[in-house]
């Protein structure tokens, strides 16, 4: 690699030279590293409010972005499944909030229970949950995908920002198991 500075992308040369100073961040490489992380809560937010409009427009159902994932994780490869496998699919430790989306899907009708503590409980969609996901789909195709696909070489930078934020959140779940070790009394 030679001394030369590498070209700027195209966000760098539609935006100003901001003052992108941070706290957190001493050198050129956290600068970037803070500014992901403050782009991913904001992609984050933005997701999560999709979620919500997405399925306020297919359902009479006020839910939050997690919860409206919590319904396509459980319809998921048309299985049942316990809280165990959604806190494990979602990367989450918080049982009550889970518990407490699961009692707001149930009582919407778009989920149901099934078995007991002795022999397993499980979760899986009813029908209505059923038609439910299937017009959140077919909304989700016709608005988000045809966005998508209407990028320039979207799918290639889609695998490369899902292969990236899969090496991230193992990093993320390592370094947070080392602070854990670390706490203050």
């Known amino acids: 690699?030679?001394?030369?500075?590498?070209?700027?992308?195209?966000?760098?040369?539609?935006?100003?030279?901001?003052?992108?100073?941070?706290?957190?961040?001493?050198?050129?490489?956290?600068?970037?590293?803070?500014?992901?992380?403050?782009?991913?809560?904001?992609?984050?937010?933005?997701?999560?409010?999709?979620?919500?409009?997405c399925l306020a427009c297919v359902a009479d159902v006020v839910?939050?972005?997690?919860?409206?994932?919590?319904?396509?994780?459980?319809?998921?490869?048309?299985r049942p499944k316990t809280i165990k496998d959604l806190a494990r699919l979602t990367n989450r430790e918080d049982v009550p909030n889970i518990q407490y989306s699961l009692r707001k899907l149930i009582g919407a009708g778009l989920v149901e229970r099934k078995g007991s503590g002795r022999s397993g409980v499980t979760y899986e969609v009813t029908?209505?949950?059923?038609?439910?996901?299937?017009?959140?789909?077919?909304?989700?195709?016709?608005?988000?995908?045809?966005?998508?696909e209407s990028v320039p070489s979207m799918p290639e930078r889609m695998r490369e920002a899902t292969r990236t934020l899969n090496l991230l959140c193992g990093i993320y779940e390592e370094v947070a198991r080392v602070a854990a070790t670390h706490r203050r009394r």
């Open 127 to 148: 029908k209505e949950g059923r038609q439910v996901t299937e017009a959140y789909g077919r909304l989700r195709r016709r608005l988000l995908i045809e966005a998508i």
């Open 1 to 53: 690699m030679t001394g030369k500075k590498s070209a700027p992308d195209q966000q760098d040369k539609l935006r100003p030279n901001f003052d992108q100073r941070w706290h957190l961040a001493e050198k050129p490489g956290e600068v970037e590293f803070t500014e992901l992380e403050f782009a991913l809560m904001r992609t984050y937010e933005g997701f999560a409010r999709w979620q919500s409009e």
């Open 63 to 78: 839910a939050s972005g997690p919860e409206n994932a919590m319904l396509h994780i459980i319809r998921m490869n048309e």
